[in-house]
């Protein structure tokens, strides 16, 4: 699935993050997200796996939190940081 409105590639985000991102949020998930491409050894899942996907989620939320760290709306997992 994607979403055309992203302001990244979600199979290869960016370092750095976007204007108006969080940077604290999305340096978070990055790392995450880095550690399970572009093939995952450690789930064993084919790409992407569950916690890149989460990754991923998170990156979005990044965006829409934005440089203030005010959002109306919280992950539902209500994790700041998955497990490696
Ligand atoms: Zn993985």
Redesign the pocket.
């Known amino acids: 699935m994607t979403d055309a409105s992203l302001p990244f590639d979600p199979d290869d985000p960016p370092q750095h993050a976007p204007a108006g991102a969080n940077e604290a949020v999305w340096d978070v998930a990055y790392q995450v997200h880095q550690?399970?491409r572009p093939r995952?050894?450690?789930?064993?899942?084919p790409?992407?796996?569950?916690?890149?996907r989460l990754a991923a989620g998170q990156l979005r939320y990044a965006c829409r939190l934005g440089s203030t760290g005010l959002a109306d709306d919280a992950p539902a997992s209500g994790q700041s940081e998955p497990g490696l």
């Open positions: 550690t399970h995952c050894v450690c789930c064993g899942q790409w992407p796996c569950e916690r890149a």
